[in-house]
């Protein structure tokens, strides 16, 4: 793989874009935390609570994300810290909020602990008494410290990695990010895609072209293009490969594997890849299409795929 042919981040960290991200993310994870405790306190389902907190520590690091994004923040290490932070200082605000919660209903009168130090004193008292059933058992001591510190993890865990993942290709020319479109049509999985990788990457679209298909089938190839609106020099091709297949409840779902991320395309052949529809895709596949029986687009299997093709197709009708 030749490297200077991807999109690589210039890791670029503007001072007052780092300033932007921490706003944004601290905003956005005190609004969340607020939300979490009055959840955390007052519902009594263990299940559910589990749930809100990793779309807590979710929700953080998509904050984190909105922040960057729009302070221009174009280095991964710092997004992750950036994730990092707002998830612990989410974290630390919820505390705050649980505490004054329990506090009021306890005394009558809530109280606000921003210090930590109080904030831990309040905590060991409630890890003597324990402060929640769980199983008609209330954890106290060791085992309620082990939970929070889990707790603690499924929320700044989440929000950092969120941050980090975060990877729209940026122009440097333009100062500013590329839009991302979707190709209108599947590409058929070729037998060695290590083949059309060695093409792609030698600067021959033709290959890609010719694999695409007006169906989709059960395993193929997403392409996207991410473009900036401002010139022609950053545009960049990302190719997943697609793998439907119908869960246990019947749903039709879709994995996807990161095949091509961010290969340097030249404008026109984005252009022609986003003009590709059904209509003019360059293969015409004959197997007969399934009649619109089922929401969904339909499935055609390819002849090497019959097996898994017939499968989902009874799921799904
Ligand atoms: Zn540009």
Redesign the pocket.
């Known amino acids: 793989m030749n490297d200077e042919l991807y999109y690589r981040p210039s890791g670029g960290v503007p001072l007052m874009g780092t300033l932007i991200t921490m706003v944004v993310g601290c905003l956005g994870g005190a609004v969340l935390s607020v939300i979490y405790a009055l959840i955390n306190h007052y519902n009594p389902f263990i299940y559910f609570t589990i749930i809100a907190t990793g779309l807590f520590g979710a929700g953080c690091g998509v904050c984190t994300v909105f922040g960057l994004t729009l302070g221009k923040v174009r280095n991964r290490g710092t997004n992750a810290l950036a994730g990092l932070f707002v998830g612990i200082f989410a974290l630390y605000l919820s505390w705050v909020w649980y505490l004054f919660l329990i506090s009021r209903e306890a005394m009558g009168q809530g109280f606000f602990l921003f210090d930590t130090r109080a904030m831990f004193g309040f905590m060991q008292l409630l890890a003597e008494t324990g402060i929640w059933e769980m199983f008609g058992v209330a954890p106290t001591g060791i085992a309620l410290y082990l939970i929070w510190v889990l707790e603690a993890l499924i929320v700044v865990v989440p929000s950092a990695f969120i941050a980090w993942a975060a990877d729209t290709p940026f122009?440097e020319?333009?100062h500013?990010w590329t839009e991302e479109k979707e190709c209108l049509v599947a590409f058929r999985l070729p037998e060695d895609l290590s083949q059309l990788q060695e093409s792609l990457e030698a600067g021959d679209f033709a290959p890609l072209f010719e694999l695409s298909m007006k169906n989709i089938e059960p395993a193929c190839l997403n392409a996207k293009i991410h473009r900036?609106d401002?010139?022609d020099?950053?545009t960049w091709l990302e190719l997943e490969v697609a793998q439907l297949f119908v869960d246990d409840d019947g749903e039709m779902k879709s994995t996807k594997t990161p095949f091509l991320t961010y290969l340097h395309l030249p404008r026109v052949e984005a252009e022609a890849l986003l003009a590709l529809t059904p209509d003019n895709a360059r293969i015409d596949n004959d197997e007969e299409e399934i009649p619109e029986e089922s929401e969904g687009t339909p499935i055609v299997a390819s002849p090497e795929n019959q097996e898994g093709g017939e499968t989902n197709r009874e799921e799904i009708s």
Request: glycine share 12%; net charge neutral.
């Open positions: 122009c020319p333009c500013r900036c401002g010139c020099e950053s």
